[in-house]
């Protein structure tokens, strides 16, 4: 499976972005999706996955200020990002678990200012 991932850019701190990332098959195949991030000089960590089932869990850096949601129609998991805060800042990157294995999307640049 492919993914692009979308919607990354500058923001204020306070303010909100929204990622997407479209799959290139049905999602509703896939197990699980959702995205991780690395800020520079920092491990990647999970912020938000979603199950094929719709269940979600977050990273507690981000409950409560961020969503995860899928669209079955458009194949695509969004990532409804609020209150961002400077120390959000990283790549944020996709991806799937399909067939055993991760997918990955590129990743798309988050900076939040203070």
């Known amino acids: 499976v492919q993914l692009q991932a979308s919607g990354g850019g500058l923001v204020q701190a306070g303010g909100s972005l929204r990622l997407s990332c479209a799959a290139s098959?049905?999602?509703?195949?896939?197990?699980?999706m959702g995205w991780y991030r690395q800020a520079p000089g920092k491990q990647r960590e999970l912020v938000a996955r979603?199950?094929?089932?719709?269940?979600?869990n977050y990273a507690d850096s981000v409950k409560y200020r961020f969503t995860i949601s899928r669209d079955n129609a458009e194949n695509t998991v969004n990532l409804q990002m609020n209150s961002l805060k400077p120390e959000d800042t990283a790549v944020y990157s996709c991806?799937?678990?399909?067939?055993?294995?991760?997918?990955w999307g590129q990743g798309t640049q988050v900076t939040v200012s203070s």
């Open positions: 991806y799937a678990y399909y067939w055993g294995r991760d997918h």
């Open positions: 979603i199950t094929v089932a719709g269940l979600t």
């Open positions: 098959r049905r999602i509703s195949s896939i197990n699980h």
